[in-house]
C-alpha cells in the first residue's frame, strides 16, 4: 500500500513539473531620450521577448530605474549594472542581455531666453491694452534663461494685477507639460505704452474749448494720474472744467460734456420703422449728453425705453 501511494504521489510531481521557460531577451539600446521625468527598463530596451506571459512582460518592462537626467543633460547607464538590477528586483526571471553594453540617456531641453519671454509679455500687454496703441517691454528685472521640455512644453505669460499708473508691473511666467504644471516663475519688468493723445499748445482757461489750441502727438501714457481724452477729432462741444497749461495733456478729468438733454425735460424719441422715421415725446428720465444712452418714458403709455442721445433734446430710440 504504501508503494502506490508513493507510486502515485511521484507521478503527479512529474505531471504539474512546470516546462522550462526560454530566457527573455532584452536588448539593450545604445542611445534613448527620455521623455518624463523618470525612467523605466522598457524606455532603454530596443523590445522585450515575446515568450512571457503579457503579466510578466509589464512587470520586467515596467521595472522602475529612478529619475531621468535633467533637463539638456546626459547620463551613461552600464550594461553591466542593470543586469544585476533586474535580476534582483526579479529573482525567478532568466534573462538575456543583447545589444549595447551601455546606454546614453539624454533628456531634451530648450532654453526660453529673454527675448521670447519679451514677446510673450508683450502679447499679454496687448490684451490687457486691448491692442490700443504701442506696447514695448523696456527691461525685466533679475531674468535668468529657463530650461524646458524640447517637445510638448507650453510656455506662457500671465500678468500679475496689471496697470496702466505705473510703468513698473509684475507677471508669472508658466510651463506645462505633460498636462501638468512644469514651472513657475514671477519676474518684474518695465514697459511702456504709446497712444496718440492731445497736448496743449497754449495756456486756456475754463470754459469752452478752442480746437486749435490742442495738437495730436504720441506719448507713454503709463503713469498719468487721469486718463488722456484719445478721442480725434475733438468734439466741439467739449467744456474745459478747469484751466489747463501749455503742454499738458487733455485729460478726462479736465474735460466735461455739456447735458444736452435734462432729466424731466420733453425730447423728441425718434423710432426708425422699416424706411419710416417716427418721432413721439418722451419724457426723459435722467441727464444725458451726447452719446449716451438713457431711459425715457412714453407719458401716455407709461412704456420705459432706451434710448440714445443724438442731439439736444432728441434721442434715438434703441429697439
Not at 507650453?154 to 511666467?173: D, H, I, K, Y
Amino acid at each position: 500500500m504504501a508503494a502506490a501511494v508513493c507510486g502515485v504521489a511521484g507521478t503527479q510531481a512529474f505531471s504539474n513539473a512546470a516546462a522550462p521557460i526560454p530566457p527573455v531577451i532584452l536588448h539593450l539600446r545604445e542611445s534613448v531620450e527620455a521623455l518624463s521625468d523618470t525612467l523605466q527598463l522598457r524606455d532603454l530596451l530596443a523590445a522585450t521577448s515575446d515568450q512571457l506571459s503579457p503579466a510578466m512582460d509589464a512587470s520586467v518592462g515596467n521595472t522602475p530605474l529612478g529619475l531621468a537626467p535633467a533637463l539638456g543633460k546626459t547620463s551613461v547607464i552600464r550594461r553591466a549594472d542593470l543586469e544585476a538590477y533586474v535580476q534582483r528586483m526579479h529573482p525567478k526571471g532568466a534573462f538575456t542581455w543583447m545589444g549595447a553594453p551601455q546606454c546614453a540617456v539624454s533628456r531634451p531641453g530648450i532654453e526660453v531666453a529673454e527675448p521670447e519671454v519679451r514677446r510673450l509679455l508683450e502679447d499679454a500687454l496687448r490684451v490687457f491694452a486691448e491692442n490700443q496703441g504701442e506696447i514695448r517691454v523696456l527691461a525685466l528685472a533679475n531674468y535668468s534663461p529657463l530650461m524646458v521640455p524640447k517637445l510638448g512644453a507650453v510656455t506662457e505669460v500671465e500678468l500679475v494685477a496689471p496697470n496702466a499708473n505705473t510703468r513698473f508691473g509684475s507677471a508669472m511666467v508658466n510651463v506645462q507639460y505633460q498636462d501638468r504644471s512644469f514651472l513657475r516663475r514671477s519676474l518684474r519688468f518695465e514697459w511702456e505704452w504709446k497712444r496718440p493723445v492731445w497736448i496743449c499748445t497754449q495756456s486756456r482757461p475754463a470754459g469752452v474749448i478752442q480746437r486749435d489750441s490742442f495738437t495730436r502727438d504720441v506719448r507713454n501714457i503709463l503713469g498719468i494720474p487721469s486718463e488722456p481724452f484719445f478721442n480725434d477729432p475733438l468734439p466741439e462741444d467739449l467744456i474745459l472744467a478747469r484751466p489747463i497749461s501749455k503742454n499738458d495733456l487733455l485729460l478726462r478729468a479736465n474735460i466735461k460734456t455739456p447735458i444736452a438733454v435734462e432729466r424731466g425735460s420733453i425730447v423728441s424719441a425718434r423710432v426708425l420703422s422699416g424706411a419710416l422715421l417716427v418721432s413721439v415725446q418722451a419724457l426723459a428720465l435722467e441727464n444725458g449728453s451726447i452719446g449716451q444712452t438713457i431711459r425715457v418714458q412714453n407719458p401716455n403709455s407709461k412704456k420705459l425705453m432706451l434710448g440714445k442721445v443724438t442731439h439736444e433734446h432728441i434721442v434715438q430710440i434703441i429697439p
